[in-house]
């Protein structure tokens, strides 16, 4: 694994600050799972070996320009001699550069579609404009909409500040919870157009496509909340459908999912007694109208 002694290795060969030390809101997360720092290592150590190659480039254009200009009595070279070597140089070097992108980059793509071991599964299904979770093997199901807040204050003429409002438009009326150090595998599809599920701190974005299911997944070594969006267009609310993921100790966990499992034990029981009174007053209503 990239880890952030190669980095700042590889800063200090550039003659460039260390990329560990770089810490914006405009630059890619670390993340809080394995994959997502790998990722993050990437993308520091393709981004420094471009501004390696941007230095050298320029750097030969700019003296090229100064130290051979015409005021200088420089004169083109009119003959264009051809040179193998030179053109060997210039063609293996990239060469030779694109693959040591390209090997550790495809490990991590491999380690990121492996989906084996799943300690937890959960079923997610894209619709206009919202998300539904299934615990699958768990009877835990929910939609999870834009909160209440956030969608009040979004509306025309609200007469809300959106600054005023806390997390605003990254908040839901439902999370997703899960365990810490747990592999939790998501199947993702739609059931209307195509959606996509991004969650930035875990390195996951994948389409959820109608008809289709494709599958990721994330084991976060960290407790907190993590928050991410739809980022496929998927209609005219595509900008109010956000994710949010709370994740829990696994001792929170068993007794988030026993609380669902009761309240959904509760509602099955609660809707029982109505079925069976409209069944049985059903031959009755029958005779009343025959009559």
Not at 87 to 116: H, N, Q, S, Y
């Amino acid at each position: 694994m990239l880890n952030r002694k190669v980095l700042s290795a590889l800063g200090v060969l550039l003659g460039a600050a260390p990329a560990v030390a770089y810490d914006s809101s405009y630059n890619m997360p670390v993340g809080v799972t394995q994959i997502a720092r790998e990722v993050h290592s990437l993308h520091m150590i393709v981004f420094w070996i471009c501004v390696a190659i941007a230095v050298a480039v320029f750097g030969a254009m700019i003296y090229s320009i100064i130290a051979f200009r015409k005021s200088k009595g420089a004169v083109a070279d009119t003959t264009m001699l051809h040179s193998t070597i030179v053109e060997v140089i210039w063609t293996t070097i990239p060469v030779l550069i694109l693959v040591g992108m390209a090997v550790p980059a495809a490990k991590t793509l491999v380690r990121m579609d492996d989906t084996r071991n799943a300690e937890l599964s959960i079923k997610i299904t894209g619709y206009q404009w919202k998300w539904q979770y299934e615990y699958l093997g768990k009877g835990i199901s929910f939609y999870s909409s834009l909160g209440a807040e956030s969608n009040y204050a979004r509306q025309l003429h609200s007469g809300i500040d959106p600054n005023t409002v806390k997390d605003y438009l990254l908040e839901v009326d439902h999370e997703v919870v899960v365990p810490v150090d747990t592999k939790v595998r998501l199947l993702l599809t739609a059931n209307d157009v195509i959606h996509s599920w991004w969650v930035p701190d875990f390195a996951v974005k994948k389409d959820a496509i109608p008809g289709f299911i494709n599958e990721a997944w994330f084991k976060s070594e960290k407790i907190g909340h993590y928050t991410g969006q739809c980022t496929e267009l998927c209609g005219r609310d595509h900008g109010f459908m956000p994710i949010v993921v709370n994740v829990v100790s696994k001792e929170d966990f068993a007794r988030w999912v026993a609380d669902q499992q009761a309240a959904a034990k509760a509602a099955a029981e609660g809707a029982a007694p109505t079925a069976t009174t409209a069944t049985t007053n059903a031959p009755a209503a029958s005779a009343a109208a025959a009559r």
